[in-house]
């Protein structure tokens, strides 16, 4: 028992052993690092092709949009109003895309009297 105290004591203190295992390490760490490189440039590489994709689907939503907004114009400046659907027509009008779209103007507040008399007073928005 001493004798495997002593060897495992001398092995322990030896330059030779140390080396060694502090080699193993670098090259299973060099390992890790390749192979950690090899999956950022292969996630890179998706993240170009989903950043190109995401445009193309915005321009052709947008160029759908546009198309929409064409053919409803078009239905308003016939007077068709929903009649043209069997004639392919747009089976949304105008007035219906532009509030899907968020596109709809606002109605101006009501004027109050002339010495500001009118009773209410516009509802002020608080900002936190």
Not at 25 to 54: H, P, T, W, Y
Not at 108 to 121: F, I, M, N, R, V
């Amino acid at each position: 028992m001493e004798r495997a105290a002593e060897a495992l004591n001398r092995a322990a203190n030896s330059n030779g052993l140390m080396n060694v295992f502090l080699i193993g390490c670098f090259g299973a760490l060099g390992v890790r690092s390749m192979r950690q490189q090899r999956d950022i440039e292969a996630l890179e590489a998706e993240k170009e092709s989903l950043v190109k994709s995401n445009k193309a689907i915005k321009a052709t939503i947008w160029d759908w949009k546009k198309q929409l907004f064409a053919e409803a114009e078009e239905a308003a400046a016939a007077g068709s109003k929903n009649s043209s659907r069997a004639a392919g027509g747009p089976l949304v009008p105008l007035s219906k895309l532009k509030a899907i779209y968020g596109e709809v103007t606002s109605p101006a507040l009501p004027a109050a009297d002339a010495d500001g008399a009118s009773g209410k007073s516009p509802a002020s928005k608080i900002v936190i």
